[in-house]
């Protein structure tokens, strides 16, 4: 098979750059390990920064994300018993919307489906050839048989877990990584949400994390250590302990409903740089993970295809290469802003070493200067809404 440019990947970094590419006339398949069916109903992200709503409305998926995605106005914080807002749209003009990212995927599919485009399921990447030369090849295992991709271009957009990455001969990419002692138990239940904004809690016990999906369903985390087996989180202890770090305002409480699905992720911050070697570019999860906490994982990665279907595009066009040659210096400046909110927004909020009465004294006073000072609030919001895309 032979097409334009190769993307691995059909997360939301692959979909999108498939239809971005569309747009500009620029051919392109997509190669993805697992089924249409798993994809679409993978439960992630669900949090999408001003720039991204407008990301998908401006290239014509906005209608279904207009009718059932949740404009936020604010965040609440919740710390030594107090509530406090965070006014987002009042400090920035800005607000975030809440819409699964397996809705995203579900729109970009539907898309480029409907646009005649190419998604191979069940396809899963094996290596990478030819990266040096004007025709790289993807080498693929389909329906049982080998196969080859040829194209101009090859786009990494296969997550931490790809094989893109490792395509890259040793010595050249330099990885910047932290990984914390914790991870995040996630739910997704079947209770009608008992806020309209998301409830980001600090407490003795843990982080916990109040979010949601639908008038009907509410996403819901909890700070767990990092070795933790979800078999021994039966549904009560999970509520029990959601109300535990959550039911600390006087008369607010949760509502429980049945538990659709849970799982544990781990959390880890993780650059590598640079982001494109020779044809291949990377993006998305492939080359930054950030831990979960200032909710940019998803943007990121469809800030960073923005990128790259405008730099296609000038290539194509009018064979120019400074948009191509400026991807991955351009991306990293918004991937370490997210770096440090997220490492910053993690650090603040979650339970860190037991033994260090100072961190939690520090964390406190973080927080607690964050309900006084506008500038410090400001600083907060300008980064949750997101930075506008470059
Ligand atoms: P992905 O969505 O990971 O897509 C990569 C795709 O490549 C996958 O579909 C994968 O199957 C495919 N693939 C992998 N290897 C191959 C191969 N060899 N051949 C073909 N296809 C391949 N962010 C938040 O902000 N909040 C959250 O609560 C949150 N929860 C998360 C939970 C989990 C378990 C994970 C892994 C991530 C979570 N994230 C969260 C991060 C966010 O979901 C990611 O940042 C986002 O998915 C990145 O999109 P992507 O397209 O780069 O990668
Ligand atoms: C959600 C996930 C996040 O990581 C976050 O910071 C906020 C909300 C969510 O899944 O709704």
Not at 295 to 323: C, I, Q, S
Request: charged share 25%.
């Amino acid at each position: 098979m032979r097409t334009q440019v190769g993307i691995v990947g059909a997360g939301p970094a692959g979909l999108m750059l498939s239809h971005l590419l569309h747009r500009h006339g620029i051919s392109s398949v997509v190669l993805e390990s697992r089924s249409r069916e798993y994809v679409e109903h993978r439960v992630r992200a669900g949090v999408l920064e001003q720039g991204s709503v407008d990301l998908l409305r401006d290239t014509g998926l906005g209608a279904r994300l207009d009718r059932e995605g949740l404009r936020h106005e604010g965040i609440e914080l919740r710390f030594d018993g107090e509530s406090h807002r965070v006014a987002m749209t009042e400090l920035t003009g800005r607000a975030i919307t809440v819409y699964g990212q397996q809705e995203v995927v579900k729109d970009l599919i539907a898309a480029r489906l409907a646009a005649g485009g190419t998604i191979l399921f069940s396809a899963e990447a094996t290596r990478l050839s030819g990266l040096e030369s004007p025709s790289p090849v993807v080498h693929y295992r389909h329906e049982g048989r080998d196969e080859e991709l040829h194209c101009d271009f090859v786009v990494g957009c296969d997550g931490f877990h790809g094989v893109s990455r490792s395509a890259v001969p040793d010595g050249v990419l330099h990885t910047y990584e932290r990984t914390y002692p914790f991870a995040w138990l996630g739910v997704l239940a079947a209770a009608a949400p008992a806020v309209e904004e998301l409830i980001y809690a600090h407490h003795e016990r843990g982080f916990a994390l109040y979010s949601m999906r639908s008038p009907e369903i509410s996403r819901l985390y909890l700070q767990v250590p990092a070795d933790e087996d979800i078999a021994d989180w039966p549904d009560e202890r999970i509520w029990a302990e959601l109300r535990t770090r959550l039911e600390t305002v006087p008369g607010w409480t949760l509502n429980e409903g049945p538990i659709l699905e849970k799982a544990i992720t781990p959390l880890r911050s993780f650059v590598v740089e640079p982001m494109q070697w020779q044809r291949l570019y990377l993006a998305g999860d492939a080359v930054h993970i950030v831990p979960p906490t200032g909710a940019k994982g998803m943007n990121l990665a469809l800030a960073d295809v923005a990128l790259l279907g405008d730099a296609f595009a000038a290539w194509y066009a009018d064979g120019r290469t400074d948009l191509l040659d400026d991807y991955s210096r351009t991306a990293l400046r918004r991937v370490w802003r997210a770096q440090q909110f997220s490492w910053w927004m993690t650090s603040m909020l979650h339970r860190l070493d037991a033994d260090d009465p100072y961190e939690a004294k520090l964390q406190s006073a973080t927080l607690r200067y964050l309900t006084t000072s506008p500038a410090y609030a400001t600083s907060l919001a300008e980064n949750y809404v997101g930075l506008p895309l470059v």
